[in-house]
C-alpha cells in the first residue's frame, strides 16, 4: 500500500509597492525616506517589491498625489504584479477609495499598516483590546468607503409586505451602513469600559509600588530596550530586530546595588507620526511610563536621525503627561558608531546623556549608579537601633538596606547595613520604633558594573 500523501499549505507574503509622498517639511530620512515604512512593511509581513518616491507642495484633495503620478503608481503595480500599495502618509477614505479604482489594487495608509502590525504582535488580552479599539476608530469614518454592499436597504421590504409585516418591518427600512455604523459605535463603547477598567486597574497596580522606585525605559522602536532591559536585570524578555517587537509592557526588578532596588518597565516604542488614537488606545498598556518615577529615553546613537526621533518621542510623551523632569536620556547602541566626531557632536547636543551599549555593557555601570542616586541618594552606612515587633519596620529594612551586621538585645534589634539615604529619611515615618544611632555617607564606584 502506497504511503498517503501529505498536502503542504504555505500562505504567500503579499507583494508591496511602497509609496512615500514627500510635503514641504517632512521629517523624513534625507538619506533614505522610504527606509522606515519598507521596515514597517517587512515587519508586517510583507514583500517589498517596488518603492516610489513622490515630491509635492502640496497634497492634492482627491488623489493626494494627483491623477497622473496616481496613473504612474497603476502602471507600477501592474508591471510588478503587486498585490497592494501602502503609503507613507495617512489617506482620507475617499482618496483610498478614489486609488483603489485607479489601481485596481488594496491601498493602505500609514496609520492602517501600523495597526496591522500591533495587532499581529498584541498577546495579551490587554493589549488585543486596545488593537481592536484602536481598529474600530480607524475603520469608523471609513465605513462608507469599505463595502461594497452599504448603499443597499436592510430589510428593505416593500409597502403592502410592510403592512402584514408588523411592527418593525414598517418603513423604507435602514441602510446597512447605519446599520454597521451602530455595531462598531457599541463595541466601540464596550472596549472602552473593558480598558477603562483595565486602566484602573492598572493605575492602582502602579500606584500600589510606593515603596519601589519605578523606572521605565521608553523610545523610538528598534531602540534596543528590550535589549537594555535584558542586561540590566537579566531578564530574558523578546528581543528582535525588527520595529514593535515589545507591544505588551514587562516589569523585572532591577539591583542597583547597595541595597537599592528598582522596577524596571519596558513599553512599546514610538514611531514618527504615531496615530494618535493609537496612543490613546494604549494609554493603559503606557501607563507604567505615566506614573513611574523616572524615564529612561533610550534612543539609538547610530542611527542618522536619532535628533528626529528622539523629538517624535518627546511629542508623545508630552501627549501621554508626561513631566520631561523624569526623563535621563540614554543613547544606546554607542558599539555602532564608526565615526568619533559623530560621538563629539552626540555628546555636545545631548551632554546629560549616558552613552551606553546594551550589547558590549559599555557605560551600564554609570547608568546604574545614577540611577542609584535617583532612586534614594548616595548610600548611607548606618547603625540602627529597632523595635524589632515593629513588623512594618523590619520588613522595610530588609527590603531596603543591605544588612552587614545585626543582634538582638530584648525586643531591641541592634543593625549596621548600607541604606540609600532617601530610604534613611523615611525611617522618620517610623518614630520612637526606630533610632539612627549614626550614619555616614559611602562612596559610589561609578565604574561598578551595573
Not at 495587532?119 to 493589549?127: G, I, V
Not at 455595531?183 to 500600589?208: N, P
Not at 531578564?235 to 514593535?244: G, I, M, R, T
Amino acid at each position: 500500500m502506497s504511503e498517503p500523501t501529505r498536502t503542504e499549505l504555505s500562505v504567500q507574503a503579499e507583494r508591496l509597492l511602497l509609496v512615500t509622498v514627500l510635503l514641504p517639511g517632512s521629517s523624513h530620512d534625507p538619506m533614505d525616506p522610504v527606509g522606515e515604512l519598507r521596515s514597517l512593511a517587512k515587519t508586517a509581513g510583507g514583500v517589498v517589491a517596488d518603492e516610489m518616491l513622490v515630491k509635492r507642495r502640496d497634497v492634492h484633495p482627491g488623489l493626494y498625489v494627483g491623477s497622473g503620478k496616481a496613473q504612474q503608481i497603476a502602471d507600477r503595480a501592474e508591471a510588478g504584479e503587486i498585490d497592494a500599495i501602502v503609503f507613507d502618509n495617512d489617506l482620507s477614505p475617499a482618496q483610498i477609495r478614489d486609488l483603489e479604482e485607479i489601481t485596481e489594487r488594496k491601498v493602505l495608509d500609514r496609520s492602517e499598516l501600523i495597526l496591522d502590525i500591533f495587532a499581529a504582535h498584541a498577546r495579551t488580552h490587554e493589549s488585543r483590546l486596545q488593537v481592536e479599539l484602536a481598529q474600530l476608530e480607524y475603520a469608523y469614518p471609513r465605513l462608507r468607503h469599505m463595502w461594497s454592499h452599504l448603499e443597499r436597504i436592510a430589510g428593505g421590504a416593500t409597502t403592502a409586505a410592510a403592512a402584514v409585516g408588523g411592527i418593525g418591518t414598517r418603513g423604507p427600512g435602514e441602510r446597512q451602513i447605519e446599520i454597521d455604523r451602530r455595531l462598531v459605535q457599541k463595541r466601540v463603547s464596550y472596549l472602552k469600559r473593558k480598558i477603562a477598567a483595565v486602566d484602573k486597574r492598572k493605575v492602582r497596580q502602579v500606584r500600589g509600588r510606593k515603596d519601589a522606585f519605578c523606572v521605565c525605559l521608553v523610545g523610538y522602536t528598534n531602540a534596543g530596550k528590550s535589549t537594555l532591559m535584558n542586561a540590566l536585570t537579566g531578564a530574558h524578555v523578546y528581543v528582535a530586530d525588527q520595529l514593535f517587537a515589545t507591544l505588551d509592557t514587562r516589569t523585572r526588578q532591577w539591583a542597583l546595588g547597595d541595597g537599592v532596588d528598582a522596577l524596571l518597565s519596558d513599553t512599546v516604542g514610538f514611531v514618527r507620526d504615531l496615530p494618535h488614537h493609537l496612543v490613546a488606545s494604549f494609554r493603559a498598556t503606557l501607563e507604567e511610563a505615566i506614573h513611574a518615577d523616572l524615564l529612561l529615553h533610550v534612543a539609538d546613537a547610530s542611527h542618522d536621525l536619532v535628533a528626529q526621533q528622539i523629538q517624535a518621542v518627546e511629542r508623545v510623551l508630552d501627549e501621554l503627561g508626561c513631566d520631561r523632569g523624569r526623563l535621563l536620556p540614554v543613547l544606546n547602541k554607542t558599539d555602532r558608531i564608526r565615526d568619533p566626531a559623530v560621538y563629539t557632536v552626540l555628546s555636545r547636543r545631548y551632554s546629560r546623556a549616558h552613552f551606553v551599549s546594551a550589547v558590549t555593557g559599555d557605560g551600564l555601570g554609570e547608568l546604574t549608579a545614577a540611577v542609584a542616586e535617583r532612586a534614594g541618594g548616595a548610600p548611607v552606612r548606618v547603625h540602627l537601633r529597632a523595635d524589632c515587633r515593629d513588623g512594618r519596620l523590619m520588613q522595610y529594612i530588609a527590603r531596603h538596606a543591605r544588612v552587614e551586621r545585626q543582634t538582638y538585645d530584648d525586643a531591641t534589634a541592634d543593625i549596621e547595613a548600607l541604606m540609600p539615604a532617601g530610604k534613611v529619611r523615611q525611617l522618620d515615618t517610623f518614630g520612637d520604633a526606630v533610632e539612627v544611632v549614626e550614619g555616614r555617607p559611602v562612596a559610589i564606584d561609578p565604574g561598578r558594573p551595573g
